[in-house]
């Protein structure tokens, strides 16, 4: 089963600390098993891969980051912008209905918490499957 993740950026204004949104998409049924927030660091991508261990996931497709070549087994990943595609789509689809997660908007949140539970229920509301 093709399962991969893609991590977001996302910018608090006005001190302008980067925060990410990390997920892993199911490319099957187009749903999101998992996410995390964190910085862009191995840290925050084992998170995620501590997440997705009930899943049972035979392979992880991802673009070539450092993160993901370290800390996914390498006879689970494939690396390759072809197999990014689908879930660049639905990044797009994140900033389209989030405005927060636009690149150049008026829309922020003034704290980090505000703005990973305003991005979780949408997640939770409309991408689970």
């Known amino acids: 089963m093709g399962r991969w ?5 996302i910018t608090f ?13 199911n490319t099957k049924t187009g749903g999101v098993l ?10 925050t991508c084992r998170e995620l ?8 996931i035979g ?12 800390e996914v087994p390498k006879e689970k990943h494939l690396t390759g912008k072809i197999f990014t595609q689908r879930i660049e789509r639905n990044n797009r ?13 008026i ?7 505000i703005h990973e539970k305003v ?4 997640i939770e509301k409309h991408m689970f499957y």
């Open 93 to 105: 689809t994140l900033r389209t209905r989030i405005k927060r997660l636009a690149r150049k908007t």
């Open 34 to 43: 998992a996410y995390t927030f964190g910085p862009r660091n191995d840290e």
């Open 119 to 122: 991005i979780g229920s949408f």
């Open 5 to 9: 993740w893609r991590y977001k950026w």
């Open 59 to 70: 392979m992880v497709t991802s673009d070539d980051w450092g993160s993901y070549a370290r």
């Open 107 to 113: 829309c922020f949140s003034r704290s980090v918490e």
């Open 13 to 25: 204004h006005p001190s302008l600390t980067q925060h990410w949104l990390w997920y892993a998409y």
């Open 49 to 56: 891969l501590a997440l997705l261990t009930p899943f049972c």
